[in-house]
């Protein structure tokens, strides 16, 4: 045998030197939840994460950025009685995440802050555009009056300071809009993450748990994307990168790795791939039961994640991944 790749994997040195990927914590955006309230609250439906009052946050997002954790995502859980149909405290100056990033960029000005920019927590139906009953009963999202409102948010965020906007809506043609929206305010160097390939996916259901932002009726399906179809994702990356998106997110993620590295090949602007609330609980749930070493899978998660192509991960484990990394 004159061919043996095991001579490769002979040594812990010898295989850090033939990796093909690795996993750094500067790969990693860390998702926050916030709320009004003075405490830090657990999270009944994603253990092991917490929504942060504002010192809270000030505090993780500080603990992160000094393990290399450099970018933070914030979604807000908003109280019942500031949940309308017209969404409108998503675009209050003074409401909870132009605060949290004010405060953020004010306490560490190098933490990339990142903003979500959707309707969902705010509009009374939990649905990320605003809705239109139809006379027989079925509700209908509407486009075009939703991106408009996308508009405001993502300049309200703007005005308070974020780095990124990230709009997580899947309308169609709101990244042309707030692109516009923002250049034409001046923001010319805010930059826009786009969720371009988000699929209609049932492993989002801790997430709507933790900001209590579960749509009232009805489903995503008519603007998330449906998990049968691959080309459509190809075209949606197109169309938000023509838009003028400068950076395209594949979402979930460990279900979705073909979509990454498709996704991958067919653009030369960054992709991130979320790895989303269910596929963090599936990993935290099997190892509290003691059947899987989580901080392994978790790692090896991430890592299959990147291998296909991401070059950005947001995941809850981005923290303690980057604790274990430095040890
Ligand atoms: C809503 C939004 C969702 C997530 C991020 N932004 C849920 C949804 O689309 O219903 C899910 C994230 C996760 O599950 O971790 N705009």
């Not at 308070?160 to 709101?174: L, N, T």
């Not at 998106?245 to 979930?252: G, I, L, T, Y």
Request: net charge negative; glycine share 8%; proline share 5%.
């Amino acid at each position: 045998m004159h061919i043996r790749p095991r001579r490769n994997r002979k040594s812990a040195a010898i295989r850090a030197l033939v990796a093909e990927t690795s996993l750094s914590a500067a790969d990693f955006i860390y998702p926050l939840f916030i709320h009004e309230g003075s405490e830090d609250q657990d999270i009944d439906s994603m253990p092991g994460c917490k929504r942060w009052s504002l010192d809270g946050l000030l505090k993780e997002a500080g603990e992160a950025f000094a393990l290399g954790v450099k970018a933070v995502v914030l979604f807000p859980a908003i109280g019942d009685k500031l949940k309308t149909p017209g969404a409108e405290e998503a675009w209050n100056p003074e409401g909870l995440v132009p605060t949290a990033v004010r405060a953020l960029k004010e306490a560490i000005p190098d933490l990339c802050v990142i903003t979500d920019v959707a309707l969902d927590p705010y509009n009374s139906e939990g649905h990320d555009g605003l809705v239109e009953k139809q006379s027989d009963g079925s509700l209908k999202i509407l486009n075009d009056p939703t991106v408009l409102a996308l508009c405001e948010q993502a300049l309200c965020h703007a005005e308070a300071g974020a780095d990124i906007v990230s709009p997580s809506d899947m309308m169609d043609g709101r990244v042309a809009a707030i692109r516009g929206e923002l250049d034409d305010a001046g923001y010319q160097d805010v930059s826009i993450l786009s969720y371009s390939a988000k699929y209609a996916s049932a492993y989002y259901g801790p997430f709507r748990g933790a900001l209590d932002s579960a749509p009232k009726a009805g489903d995503k399906k008519t603007y998330q994307m449906d998990p049968a179809n691959a080309r459509e994702a190809i075209r949606e990356v197109g169309l938000d990168e023509g838009e003028g998106a400068d950076m395209v997110m594949v979402k979930p993620a460990g279900p979705y790795l073909d979509i990454i590295a498709r996704v991958r090949e067919s653009t030369t602007i960054p992709v991130a791939a979320y790895q989303v609330s269910g596929e963090y609980l599936m990993i935290e749930s099997a190892a509290a039961s003691g059947w899987i070493d989580g901080k392994a899978v978790a790692l090896e998660s991430l890592m299959g994640i990147k291998r296909a192509g991401a070059d950005l991960i947001l995941t809850y484990y981005a923290k303690r991944v980057a604790g274990w990394l430095a040890e």
